[in-house]
Structures are given as C-alpha cells and as structure tokens.
C-alpha cells in the first residue's frame, strides 16, 4: 500500500467519525433542551436518558425522563424533539414516588 492510498483511506475512515460526533452533538443538545424545558415548568430532572430504538418520534430523538416537580413528586415521562427542533412534547406521565 502506498502513502497515496494510505491517505485516501484514511480520509474516507474520518467521514463516519465526523458523522458519529456530529449524531452525538445533536443529541446531547436534544438533552440539553429537556432539561431546559423541565426547568422553565419549574421542574428538577433527576435523570434523562435517551432511548435510541423508538418508533415515535419518527424524525428526532426520544428520552425517558425522571424529574421532581415544584411539590417534590418524582414523575415518570417520555418525551421527545420531533424533527429535531426545540418545542419538546411529552408523552406517557406518571408519578413514582411520592416525597
């Protein structure tokens, strides 16, 4: 194998990382913006976690969330971001734990 080969597959081996990370990015982000949402509802997440293998939304990530609310009740949710933009939409609410 050449030098010229060895760049060249080393530059199409780069391409799925980027694509990886880039995937990782708007996730986390995604993350960020449940959290944000909970706290202006004046919520506390306790754990948000993503579920990558779900039908709805069909076009952007999903996560199962567990937050407290202003009372100090643990609830249990599903939201998700469809089509990866902001307004977050919740599905599937039901309270665990009563403080």
Same mark, same amino acid.
């Given at each position: 194998?050449?030098?010229? $080969?060895?760049? /060249?597959?080393?530059? *199409?081996?780069?391409?799925?990382?980027?694509?990886?990370l880039? !995937?990782?990015?708007?996730i986390?982000?995604?993350?960020?913006? /449940?959290?944000?949402?909970?706290? !202006?509802? *004046?919520?506390?997440?306790?754990?948000? &976690?993503?579920?990558?293998?779900?039908?709805?939304?069909?076009?952007?990530?999903?996560?199962?969330?567990?937050?407290?609310?202003?009372?100090? *009740?643990?609830?249990?949710? &599903?939201?998700? /971001?469809?089509?990866?933009? &902001?307004?977050?939409?919740? &599905?599937? $609410?039901? *309270?665990? $734990?009563?403080?």
């Amino acid at each position: 194998m050449s030098a010229e $080969d060895f760049t /060249v597959w080393r530059n *199409i081996a780069v391409i799925p990382v980027v694509i990886c990370l880039l !995937q990782f990015l708007s996730i986390t982000l995604c993350r960020e913006w /449940v959290k944000s949402d909970l706290r !202006q509802k *004046i919520c506390e997440p306790v754990s948000v &976690r993503w579920r990558p293998f779900t039908w709805w939304p069909v076009w952007g990530p999903a996560f199962r969330v567990v937050y407290k609310d202003a009372v100090g *009740i643990v609830h249990a949710a &599903r939201c998700g /971001v469809p089509a990866w933009h &902001r307004p977050v939409v919740w &599905r599937e $609410d039901e *309270i665990v $734990d009563v403080a």
